[in-house]
């Protein structure tokens, strides 16, 4: 799920009191006897009310499995988490045994030597299943950090309703999500699109449409201010001074949600992880009514970010075997493809989508080849800190505060900054 990338960074000062439910809260596992045992602390990010209820009764078949393992399930606020985890790990106290990662912060975290390599333990097994594309956030200076749960990318999600009112085909470009926009409002009174504007991980399918990137990891060099990132700037900005449109500097997830559910606009971008939350409002409690796309090309092609999360196990964990166990068990081919039919989360093991769960569900069916040519981020230390930066000018250019040029040149400048000696 990817909720706010980019909120991580506003919570850098989170009080270390509030991470009391870790790993120095347990006594020590053991496999003494050849059964596991112990606590087994778990940070999930999963959105609460859907993807939670599921992945905690996951959870729970693990302490079935093996009855001497406590699992102790925490739901951690997405946005939290990124800082809330280094901040346990650093001070040595509070810190979870496992925790699910944004596949970004893993080579931050490795980096920072917070998690155990996984490389020769029980949680990589079957190692060669797993989708190339998905394991390559795992791993750091040749070593495997994390492995990986669910993958994803984004696409457009549509009210069949509305669009069959107005009259109109889904947008296969930027040019004619602008014309669809216009139809719907002249048809419905309704808005085109909700553009979420204070995560900027959502803007990343418009700089690849511009053929733009973040920065080039091989040369060490910052590309987001060039000709191509200026241009994907100017491109959203359009859309809402065009009224194509509406967007939001704060609360941006609540409010997309609720303005698709309730059928306020058309349109949205967003990916898998927001289906069984989207399915649940009014109007798609006919769940035939909600419509998926790839996201409208831009001047230079389609383009969507990869995504996705993995399981990664925290260096000082009291418990490592039944931690490594886990994880195996949290991304093994059965529990993927259980997530798969519940969640229509897409899984990372090749096996998982041979599974009757998989097959039936139609929003992984959409989204796999979306998924096989999605552009990846670099996988650096930095890269989740890119997002910070990013999104004080991305919402700014939609809030009309600064020009496209100027939100590409700072944002440049604050990439420079950040990463030392970069071109």
Request: aromatic share 10%; proline share 4%; net charge negative.
């Amino acid at each position: 799920m990817r909720r706010g990338i980019t909120a991580t960074a506003l919570v850098a000062a989170l009080a270390l009191a509030a991470t009391a439910c870790g790993s120095e809260d347990k006594s020590e596992g053991s496999k003494s006897s050849g059964e596991l045992s112990g606590t087994v602390t778990w940070w999930d990010t999963s959105t609460v009310g859907s993807e939670d209820k599921v992945f905690k009764k996951l959870a729970e078949g693990f302490e079935k499995k093996h009855p001497k393992v406590d699992v102790k399930y925490v739901n951690v606020p997405f946005g939290e988490a990124q800082n809330k985890f280094k901040n346990a790990a650093q001070a040595g106290a509070g810190a979870p045994d496992v925790i699910r990662s944004e596949v970004a912060w893993t080579p931050e975290f490795a980096d920072l030597g917070y998690l155990a390599p996984l490389d020769g333990t029980t949680a990589l097994k079957d190692e060669g299943d797993f989708l190339k594309q998905a394991a390559a956030s795992t791993k750091y200076k040749d070593k495997t950090y994390a492995v990986p749960q669910v993958i994803d990318s984004m696409g457009i999600f549509y009210n069949k309703k509305i669009f069959k009112e107005a009259g109109v085909e889904v947008p296969a470009s930027i040019a004619e999500l602008k014309t669809v926009s216009e139809k719907i409002k002249d048809k419905t009174g309704k808005t085109g699109l909700y553009l979420r504007g204070d995560d900027a991980y959502w803007f990343l399918s418009f700089l690849y449409g511009e053929g733009g990137d973040l920065v080039n990891a091989a040369d060490k060099s910052v590309t987001v201010d060039k000709p191509e990132g200026v241009k994907a700037f100017k491109v959203v900005k359009d859309l809402v001074d065009s009224g194509a449109a509406k967007t939001d500097a704060t609360d941006g997830w609540e409010n997309m949600q609720s303005s698709f559910k309730d059928g306020k606009v058309a349109m949205m971008i967003n990916g898998p992880w927001a289906v069984a939350d989207t399915l649940a409002g009014n109007e798609f409690k006919d769940k035939a009514n909600l419509g998926i796309a790839p996201v409208p090309a831009g001047s230079a092609g389609q383009g969507a970010p990869q995504g996705g999360h993995n399981l990664a196990v925290y260096a000082g964990s009291k418990n490592l075997d039944a931690s490594y166990a886990f994880v195996e068990y949290m991304t093994s081919v059965e529990t993927q493809a259980q997530t798969a039919g519940e969640l229509n989360l897409l899984p990372t093991r090749t096996a998982a989508y041979a599974k009757q769960e998989a097959v039936d569900s139609e929003i992984v069916g959409f989204f796999k080849p979306v998924v096989e040519t999605a552009v990846e981020r670099p996988w650096i230390p930095e890269t989740g800190s890119l997002f910070a930066p990013l999104v004080t000018e991305y919402t700014k250019v939609l809030t009309d505060q600064t020009t496209p040029e100027k939100a590409a040149s700072a944002t440049g400048d604050s990439y420079r900054k950040l990463l030392k000696g970069w071109k």
